[in-house]
């Protein structure tokens, strides 16, 4: 007996459920991952073309308020 008691009853199966092994658990999280950076690239993109398209609306506003003065 170890110190935390009975270690066979810490690996027990009691409902006999189909458990996921450590290479269906990596494969799950792999693709999660892949998935998340995606949509991180879709938004990070999304935001850039914004905000760029705001700073050169702004850059062009500037330049002819500059030159009609």
Known sequence: MSQYGNCWLMNANPLNLKLATKAEVKEMIDAAIDQH?????????????????????????????VTTS
């Open 37 to 65: 950076n995606r949509n991180a690239t879709l938004i990070s993109m999304a935001i850039g073309f914004s905000l760029l398209g705001f700073y050169a609306d702004g850059l062009l506003r500037v330049v002819e308020k």
